[in-house]
Nanobody
Framework: QVQLVESGGGLVQAGGSLRLSCAASGRTFSRYGMGWFRQAPGKEREFVAVISWSGRNTYYVDSVKGRFTISRDNAKNTVYLQMNSLKPEDTAVYYC????????????????WGQGTQVTVAS
């Protein structure tokens, strides 16, 4: 069992930065691929980024490449999403999720989800 708690969301001006954190409970955190997803009002949940259990492999949706960076600290049971050059279209609730199977962009493959944190980018 893994419990996930996101933090770090908020209101920021376009061009600004935020760093999201996702703290995980459970001793098997280091075995999970960890992903970030987002959902804007009226839209489907969208894959943003994923990192393998070792941290060696990362993947991003094209719209955030070069602006967002996913990382993890297995000693702290935490995964991060550094978001730079934010745009109004990045506004959404951001969720972290854990996938025991490895690295995937499909939300249906994820085993555990956090409650989400709101990110609002003002133009």
């Amino acid at each position: 069992q893994v419990q996930l708690v996101e933090s770090g969301g908020g209101l920021v001006q376009a061009g600004g930065s935020l760093r999201l954190s996702c703290a995980a409970s459970g001793r098997t955190f280091s075995r999970y691929g960890m992903g970030w997803f987002r959902q804007a009002p009226g839209k489907e949940r969208e894959f943003v980024a994923v990192i393998s259990w070792s941290g060696r492999n990362t993947y991003y949706v094209d719209s955030v490449k070069g602006r967002f960076t996913i990382s993890r600290d297995n000693a702290k049971n935490t995964v991060y999403l550094q978001m730079n050059s934010l745009k109004p279209e990045d506004t959404a609730v951001y969720y972290c999720a854990a996938d025991l199977r490895g690295v995937t962009t499909d939300p249906s493959n994820y085993d555990y989800w956090g409650q989400g944190t709101q990110v609002t980018v003002a133009s």
